[in-house]
């Protein structure tokens, strides 16, 4: 079963206004760490935003926030005052808590973000 | 600040051949994630080590293996190489998980592998 769903797989904003990212996720682990990474065309994976399943207030940086509904399983990204420079493929991943052993990151297929002039 | 390292950044095989690729974690980070990122996909663990031990497996084929040494840096070697295993292969590191599933994965900048 898809650990992470995002189920849009291109959208399309434009520069100066806001845009949300969908991301739903499945766990039955009390414990895990929701993360937003962006990957431009160059490749590189870039992080952008964390959110702990004990968090009580939702994570934000600088222009990039997380709207975290635990009963909903749902952890969107905001981005806010979009620009030209964050057109890339933006990735929701999930780090389930397990004791002594691997921590590894599970992703979503992605959205690809185009933001117009 | 210092990232992760990982080498050669771009690699260019025929099919059959072998090629190793290396990562060099963040300081005091012991623990090495490997990703592989195929054209269009979302990025897929392998393989991960902590403490020079495997940690985790994933979906690694039994064609690659992967260590990591005393300096905690790690290798993926992959042979008999397919025209599939063209991707961007990920390496992370990060400090040893607290069984919370918290903390960052720092990733290097990737290796681009194409299989002719």
């Known amino acids: 079963a898809q650990k992470i769903t995002q189920t849009q797989p291109g959208m399309f904003v434009q520069e100066k206004e806001a845009v949300t990212l969908d991301c739903t996720y499945d766990t039955s682990d009390p414990s895990y760490g929701l993360f937003w990474y962006k990957q431009p065309s160059s490749g590189e994976m870039i992080f952008l935003i964390y959110?702990?399943?004990?968090?009580?207030q939702n994570a934000t940086e600088g222009r990039y926030s997380l709207n975290f509904q635990k009963a909903r399983k749902s952890a969107n990204l905001v981005i806010s005052a979009s620009q030209l420079g964050d057109s890339a493929m933006y990735f929701c991943?999930?780090?389930?808590?397990?004791?002594?052993?691997?921590?590894?990151?599970?992703f979503g297929k992605g959205t690809k973000l185009t933001v117009n002039p | 600040a210092a990232g992760v390292i990982q080498s050669p950044r771009h690699l260019i095989k025929e099919k059959r051949e072998t090629a190793t690729l290396k990562c060099y974690p963040i300081?005091?980070?012991?623990?090495v994630y490997w990703y592989q990122q195929g054209p269009g996909q979302d990025p897929q663990f392998l393989i991960s080590?902590?403490?020079?031990?495997?940690?985790d497996k994933g979906s690694i084929p039994d064609r690659f293996s992967a260590q990591q040494f005393s300096d905690y840096h790690s290798e993926l070697n992959m042979s008999s190489l397919e025209l599939g295993d063209s991707a961007l292969y990920f390496c992370a590191s990060s400090l040893p998980g607290q069984g919370l599933g918290n903390g960052e994965l720092f990733f290097g900048e990737g290796s681009r592998l194409t299989v002719l």
């Open positions: 991943a999930m780090r389930e808590g397990k004791e002594g052993g691997s921590e590894k990151l599970v």
């Open positions: 959110q702990g399943s004990y968090d009580q």
């Open positions: 080590f902590y403490e020079k031990m495997q940690s």
């Open positions: 300081p005091r980070h012991d623990t």
